[in-house]
């Protein structure tokens, strides 16, 4: 079972450069979400999404975009990289209900030099 | 106050020990609780969750919920130097948004 998959692993870019973390759930799930962890640190929330066509910000969205055309994908955009924004970032998904917990991509560890 | 707080420790103890891990949180109605345990550079992982009251168990595995003292601990007994890791404590708010909350985590070290 593939679950909650992300790509790339690993990534190091340039002040000011553009990317796209990829994020994709087979799980059917309706709910998705991008966290960053930064060292000795809990989880953040960026943005999430209850399901296509419909996302909202969640506690430090500012560097970030996201869109969500389909159910199973939910990449998260990061415009003009600053240093700021190195940190290892987390997808993850969930169906609907309050007793339902958020599984897991892997992560994307991405430093920004 | 923060949403959730934890103790960051480290906490040691030794192989075959209880460990305890709690986590307060200050939103009165939060309604589901979450322990996830996350090893050094790998993804959280679900251990349990609570909702109710009292408490849960799941092998060696115990959660521990009061609403009115708005505490929630996670009790492994039985500990294994496998059992070292990062917990998470999370918490599910009242209301339809689905939103986690997570505190900072407690390390925990078994020693062989």
């Known amino acids: 079972n593939a679950g909650v998959t992300q790509t790339p692993k690993f990534r190091i870019l340039k002040i000011g450069q553009s990317m796209t973390l990829q994020c994709t759930q087979d799980?059917?799930?309706?709910?998705m979400y991008w966290y960053r962890q930064d060292p000795g640190m809990g989880l953040k929330l960026i943005y999430y999404s209850v399901g296509a066509g419909i996302t909202d910000k969640g506690e430090v969205p500012n560097g970030y975009n996201v869109s969500r055309s389909t159910t199973e994908d939910f990449p998260l955009r990061l415009e003009l990289a600053a240093p700021s924004q190195t940190s290892v970032y987390f997808c993850?998904?969930?169906?609907?209900?309050?007793?339902?917990?958020?599984?897991f991509g892997d992560g994307t560890r991405l430093s920004i030099l | 106050q923060k949403e959730v707080e934890q103790n960051s420790g480290p906490l040691s103890v030794p192989e075959g020990a209880i460990a305890s891990l709690n986590c307060t949180y200050s939103d009165r109605g939060s309604q589901s609780f979450f322990w996830y345990r996350q090893y050094s550079g790998k993804s959280p992982e679900l251990i349990m969750f609570?909702?109710?009251?009292g408490d849960k168990e799941d092998g060696r595995f115990t959660a521990q919920l009061n609403k009115a003292s708005q505490y929630v601990s996670l009790l492994i007994r039985d500990s294994q130097p496998s059992d070292s890791a990062t917990y998470l404590c999370a918490v599910k708010r009242q209301g339809g948004s689905e939103k986690l909350v997570f505190g900072k985590g407690t390390k925990l070290t078994v020693n062989p």
């Open positions: 799980m059917n799930h309706n709910y």
């Open positions: 609570i909702y109710s009251n």
């Open positions: 993850a998904s969930s169906y609907i209900g309050s007793n339902q917990p958020q599984h």
